[in-house]
């Protein structure tokens, strides 16, 4: 497994931004598929952007236009340049590393999470 680390969250009013950064342990980027999930009180946890070996991405479609998932293999480090961000985007934001280069994939290393905040 590849220890992964959250930063960037924050509390900002709708119409902001935030990038949100996930420091891996060992090269990762650009190796497996990767991607962001976030998790809301009292719901379920949902996949938000992956971005596989090819860079080929998917996104959640209420973040699609909004979202920006990428990489940079030199620092180890997944982004999410989140704009135009709503309250509903509230959530903790978990970034994970799969086991395979192509997405989907079996997610088995995680975050600790980071706290994104919007308010009206």
């Known amino acids: 497994q590849v220890q992964l680390v959250e930063s960037g969250g924050g509390s900002v009013q709708a119409g902001g931004s935030l990038r949100l950064s996930c420091a891996a342990s060992r090269s990762t980027v650009s190796s497996v598929c990767m991607g962001w999930f976030r998790q809301a009180p009292g719901k379920e946890r949902e996949a938000v952007a992956t971005?596989?070996?090819?860079?080929?991405?998917t996104y959640l479609d209420s973040v699609k236009g909004r979202f920006t998932i990428s990489g940079d293999n030199a620092k180890n480090t997944l982004y999410l340049q989140m704009n135009s961000l709503k309250p509903e985007d509230t959530a903790m934001y978990y970034c994970?590393?799969?086991?395979?280069?192509?997405?989907?994939?079996?997610?088995?290393?995680w975050g600790q999470g980071t706290q994104v905040t919007v308010s009206s």
């Open positions: 971005v596989d070996k090819w860079h080929f991405t």
């Open positions: 994970a590393a799969g086991t395979t280069p192509r997405c989907p994939t079996a997610f088995t290393s």
